[in-house]
């Protein structure tokens, strides 16, 4: 079967009595368990991949009990289940047809990461209001349908939000302007 976009993975249960997979009345011979949902598939295997990630980092912390939790109690638990729900997510990918895989697009991921360390930049020398700005009329770039109305509206407003949040409510040091 052709492998790349859109083809269905398949594992294929062996009918040899020697191999240790092979059924043992042969009854399966012609059958295929087949990955009908490729992102269900791909995705429970990340969720489990980045809880496994998380317990095994936690094991340098004390765990401790469930009245005197250590440190590590609470990302042990938040990882197990992560990768509980992961599992959920891959089994369900052989019982229900699914969307493939989509075709990976660099151009976003780029974008975006070009407009935070624009931010990161910005907002050290030209100051909240500036870095705003650019991190909202960048990171638009990101989609193929850029509307620049749209865009210097919605920096106003995340402008307006993020100094009402950070500088009026939580009181965060943050410079508006370049300081000189």
């Given amino acids: 079967m052709p492998r790349g976009h859109g083809a269905r993975a398949s594992v294929r249960l062996h009918n040899d009595p020697d191999c240790a997979f092979a059924h043992p009345t042969g009854a399966l011979s012609d059958e295929m368990m087949r990955i009908r949902s490729p992102k269900d598939f791909w995705a429970g295997l990340i969720f489990i991949a980045i809880g496994g990630g998380f317990v095994l980092l936690a094991q340098q912390y004390r765990l401790g009990d469930m009245h005197r939790m250590g440190p590590a109690m609470f990302p042990t638990l938040v990882g197990a289940l992560l990768a509980a729900l992961g599992l959920i997510v891959a089994l369900r ?23 935070i360390v624009l931010f990161g930049i910005a907002l050290q020398w030209l100051g909240l209001i500036a870095a705003v700005a650019v991190l909202v009329l960048v990171g638009a770039y990101a989609a193929r349908d850029v509307r620049p109305l749209e865009n ?6 995340m402008i307006a939000f993020s100094v009402a949040v950070f500088v009026w409510l939580l009181g965060l040091p943050l410079p508006l302007w370049p300081t000189s």
């Fill in 93 to 115: 990918s052989f019982a229900l047809d699914g969307a493939p895989v989509p075709r990976f697009d660099a151009r976003p991921i780029g974008v975006s990461i070009l407009a």
């Fill in 152 to 157: 210097l509206a919605l920096a106003a407003v």
